[in-house]
Each structure stands twice: as structure tokens, then as C-alpha cells.
């Protein structure tokens, strides 16, 4: 599923390279299926802004049409939401979601595999913002639309099962999780094989769960297969090893096992490195994991190098005032604390007691 011809490959840089370099006002030019796809490649590249643009523009002329087609409408309301949820705009993107569910529910030929991905989304966006009961029976009815599409036993149906197994952990219902995520595991195995790079999301998903519980066998057991599966389809060096490996140096560091967990995390920050998806968001994020290894062993110069870079990457990204931040301060802090830097650890310390006030006492209106 990962093999492009070469010839493919450069004729679509090709034309990404003519797109993206072309001027406002060739923009105004552009198909809505071109704008469709630079805001895709906009928001691979970590580029919220300009992929808003796009999708807005691909809007603009798809309802332009006497007749739009509601998928297409339907699918960019869709991507455009999931941009706006990578900029934390919730309200904003239910309304486009809510929006495409309504168009999605008159289009009787799609209905239901739009449906399904839509409801999927939504109760995503539920999850995201803690509406757990919200979330679940929105997931429940996107598992049942996938089920009458595809049937009981698919693929498709498995990959819902394990949305829904996520949704329970979060729940604290671990025992519904890992019920939901052992059928979908099953489900994925009868299918398409032990060794197929479809199980790698499913057996991640579950070993979480097992995190959540400190259940660090389990969870590494899991990790190790998910490591095996995908390096074994796609590579060691791919990106998607990267999940994997920052996933087992946060189970390798809960036991303590250091060394283990420094040679995962450095794997995993060179592989990312060379492809900085989303903007640098897992850069950051596998910065911060390795930066709490290094301090636990000691190495302090360059664990407080870590912490400064994801901290200056979080408040420029994300804002000064994201709860990411007030982690990494407080975990900046510990550090401080332990090479005698008491006055900035102390800062520190404050900034991430605000940061968290702030967020206990802000009531959201739904």
C-alpha cells in the first residue's frame, strides 16, 4: 500500500512544486480539486493557514456550481474542520461537520461510507475537547454505518471497534477497551494476516490502554510487534516507526529501563528530523520524552537544551498558555531544581500553577 512508481512520484512533486509557487491570482485559476489537493499537502506539511486557504477557495468553487456535488462539498467542509482542529478552533469545526453530515445524509449513493468517516470525525472532535459521553454514541453510530456497509467481520468495522476501545480508556471503562480492541485485533488478523501493517494503529491503540494502567509488560509486548510489523512493511527508517519507537521509550522510561529508552527516542527524533511532519509537532513531542530520559540519567546540559527547544516550539505553535506548556515547565523545572538553578526553576514553576488555574476555572458554553 506504500509503493508509488518513481514516474508517479515526480509527476506529482512536479505539479505540487507548480501550484504552490504560483501567484494569487493563478490561485483564483485553480480547479477546486487542485485547491483540494495543495490544501492536503498544506496540512501534511504542518501549514494550517495556508491549507485553510486552500480548502476555503475549494469551497468557493465547488458551491459555486448550479449543482454542487455534495461529496465534494461534503469531504472538503471534512478536511477543512480537521484543520481548524489543529489550531484547537472546536466550535468552528463542528459546525462544518455537523454541516457535511447534513449534506452527507441527502447524497443516498455515499450516505453511508461518508457517514461513517463524518461521524467518525465528530466524535473525534468530542474526544478532543473531553465530551466523552458525547463522543460515544457518535462512534457507536459510526461503527454501526460501517458495519452495514462493509459487514460484522471487515476491516473497516475493526478500525471503529478500536476508535471506540480508545474512547474507553479515556473513560476509565478499561476492561470495554480492551474488549473492543481485542475483537478489532482478531477482526484485522482473520482478515488481512498477523503480520499486516493495519494492525500496527489497533495493537498501539491497546498497548496505551495497558500504559494508562502501568501494565508495562503488556503494553512493551504489544509495542515490540507493532515495531516488527511496520519496519518489516515499510522499512526502519519510515515514518511511521517513529509512533512506535517514541511509544516504547515512554514504556521503556516508566521502567526505568534508561539506556533502552535513549536509543528508541533518538531513533525515532533522526527519523523524524529527516521528514518534520506537522510543522514539528512530533519533533517536539519526542524531544520532551527524550529530555526526561536524559535528566533521569543525568545528563543535564543537553536535557536542558531539549526542554528549552520544545518549550519555545509550544509557546510560538500552540500559545504560551496550552496546558503542553505547563508540562513542560513543570518537567523544565524538576530539571532546574536538580542543577541548582532554584530562581528559574521557581519561575517556571509559577508560570505552569497559572497556566493550570487558568484552565481549571474556564467554563466553555456547549
Given at each position: ?117 463524518l461521524l467518525g470525525n465528530l466524535g473525534t472532535l468530542y474526544q478532543l475537547t473531553g465530551r466523552f459521553t458525547q463522543a460515544e454514541p457518535i462512534f457507536k453510530e459510526a461503527l454501526s454505518a460501517v ?220
Amino acid at each position: 500500500m506504500f509503493t508509488i512508481s518513481l514516474k508517479s512520484t515526480l509527476i506529482a512533486i512536479g505539479l505540487i512544486w507548480v501550484l504552490l509557487t504560483a501567484s494569487p491570482a493563478a490561485a483564483q485559476e485553480q480547479t477546486a480539486d487542485e485547491l483540494w489537493q495543495l490544501g492536503r499537502q498544506s496540512a501534511f506539511e504542518g501549514k494550517p493557514i495556508e491549507a485553510e486557504r486552500f480548502f476555503r477557495l475549494a469551497l468557493q468553487r465547488l458551491e459555486a456550481n448550479e449543482a454542487p456535488d455534495g461529496q465534494r462539498v461534503a469531504e472538503t467542509l471534512a478536511e477543512l474542520a480537521s484543520v481548524l482542529i489543529s489550531q484547537q478552533r472546536h466550535e468552528e469545526a463542528e459546525k462544518l461537520l455537523r454541516r457535511a453530515i447534513g449534506i452527507a445524509a441527502t447524497e443516498s449513493r455515499v450516505r453511508l461510507r461518508q457517514m461513517s468517516i463524518l461521524l467518525g470525525n465528530l466524535g473525534t472532535l468530542y474526544q478532543l475537547t473531553g465530551r466523552f459521553t458525547q463522543a460515544e454514541p457518535i462512534f457507536k453510530e459510526a461503527l454501526s454505518a460501517v458495519e452495514k456497509l462493509y459487514g460484522l467481520g471487515s476491516v473497516e468495522s475493526a478500525s471503529a471497534l478500536s476508535n471506540l476501545g480508545v474512547l474507553y480508556t479515556q473513560m476509565e471503562k478499561d476492561k470495554d477497551a480492551e474488549k473492543f480492541m481485542r475483537r478489532a485485533i482478531a477482526i484485522t488478523e482473520s482478515k488481512v494476516g498477523q503480520d499486516s501493517i493495519q494492525l500496527v494503529p489497533i495493537l498501539t491503540n491497546l498497548a496505551a490502554t495497558y500504559e494508562k494502567r502501568k501494565k508495562w509488560s503488556e503494553a512493551e509486548s504489544l509495542l515490540l510487534r507493532s515495531l516488527a510489523v511496520v519496519e518489516k512493511s515499510v522499512g526502519r527508517d519510515h515514518p511511521e516507526v517513529c509512533i512506535v519507537l517514541e511509544h516504547l521509550g515512554v514504556v521503556h522510561l516508566r521502567q526505568k529501563r534508561f539506556d533502552l529508552a535513549e536509543t528508541e527516542l533518538r531513533r525515532a527524533l533522526e527519523i523524524e528530523k529527516r521528514v518534520t511532519r506537522a510543522g514539528g509537532a512530533r519533533i517536539a513531542g519526542v524531544s520532551f520524552h527524550l529530555a526526561r530520559v536524559l535528566a533521569a540519567k543525568g545528563s543535564n546540559d543537553e536535557s536542558n537544551v531539549l526542554y528549552a527547544a520544545v518549550l519555545e516550539w509550544q509557546e510560538r505553535n500552540i500559545g504560551p498558555r496550552a496546558v503542553e506548556v505547563a508540562t513542560t515547565l513543570e518537567h523544565y523545572a524538576e530539571l532546574l531544581h536538580n542543577t541548582k538553578s532554584e530562581t528559574q526553576a521557581r519561575e517556571m514553576e509559577f508560570r505552569a500553577k497559572q497556566i493550570r488555574a487558568e484552565r481549571a476555572y474556564t467554563v466553555t458554553v456547549r
